[in-house]
């Protein structure tokens, strides 16, 4: 029997656009609002890890998790928050990695672990909303 999902496949160069795109953005926002626009590209770098790491978390999900699970509706809700809770928590691992070697940032500042995750929990569904606005499947309708 064959899965009923369909995997995820999307040209690097637009995952690329979009990712980093959105990391300059942010990156800028984030600069500016703190009033430090020299912090801008370290900004953009850690956005970046949230931007172009959540893609490949729910790569993870969609193409390797999904078709391994049941397809209960509950079911799969339930693994995608927890990937997205492990995702968050890897990822701000990596922000505080990056954090660390730039004399900008202060790693202390980042959340506790668990709130990383519940954070990036956040960040997907607001994600997937964007995605439902403009047709694409998404978490809420079950298809992406």
Known sequence: MTSPWQPFREP??????????????????????FGRL????????????ISFGGHWIELLFLNWLRPRIPGSRALQVAA????????GVALRIAIML????????NANSLPQWWVAGLLF???????????????????????G
Do not use: C, K
Request: charged share 15%.
């Open 38 to 49: 020299q912090a801008w590209p370290v900004a953009a770098v850690l956005v970046l890890w």
């Open 98 to 105: 990056t954090m660390r070697v730039s004399p900008l940032t």
């Open 12 to 33: 690097l160069r637009e995952t690329l656009l979009r990712t980093v795109g959105l990391a300059v953005i942010v990156g800028g926002v984030v600069a500016w609002r």
């Open 80 to 87: 995608r928050f927890g990937v997205w809770f492990i995702g």
């Open 121 to 143: 929990i956040a960040i997907e569904l607001v994600a997937h909303v964007a995605l439902a606005l403009r047709g694409r499947p998404n978490f809420y309708n079950g298809d």
